[in-house]
């Protein structure tokens, strides 16, 4: 039996952020987060590239377009959909779910969900550094396995390539 499994080594992998800009009081704690874990983890600030996009709205076309480029390992999604009185932020969040998973599914490289979408602002602090822990690191470690990960089926010859 073979068993394939990504490290948790960020050295000499490049990744791709992109991060809304609306609640930016939470996506930016999200991105401390990504960053901390890509660092620790032996990453190099120069081998991340940040793209601060309006919306959670715009995250797909964004992370599409950095997945398809050729210069990532892992393109890393961040945002912040917190549910208001309306409907909105429901057909907001599921979009932006859905072109996420397109772009990760259309790609050679692994894109990874980092978007909370909280019933609460309480809820989204807690999410983005205090009692649930950082939804951003957690995101960014995932894309690091990830990378990883796609990197050895492609050198056994897995059915993922790069």
């Known amino acids: 039996m073979k068993v394939y499994e990504g490290n948790l080594s960020a050295e000499g992998l490049k990744f791709g952020i ?13 991105l401390e987060g990504a960053l901390d874990a890509l660092k620790r983890n032996g990453g190099g600030e120069e081998d991340i ?33 917190i549910k208001g009185d309306t409907a909105h932020w429901q057909y907001i969040s599921t979009q932006v779910t859905r072109g996420i998973a397109a772009a990760g599914e259309g790609s050679k490289i ?12 309480e809820q989204a602090i807690e999410r983005a550094g205090t009692k649930a822990g950082n939804k951003g690191f957690d995101a960014a470690m995932a894309a690091i396995e990830m990378a990883n990960l796609f990197k050895e089926l492609s050198a056994s010859g897995g059915n993922v390539k790069k």
């Open 49 to 81: 590239e940040v793209a601060w996009v309006p919306g959670s709205w715009e995250i797909p076309a964004v992370a599409s377009r950095m997945a398809r480029n050729n210069k990532y390992d892992a393109v890393i999604c961040l945002g912040a959909v």
């Open 110 to 121: 692994p894109v990874v969900y980092g978007v909370i979408t909280p019933d609460t602002l």
């Open 18 to 30: 992109v991060i809304s800009r609306f609640n930016n009081f939470i996506t930016k704690k999200l």
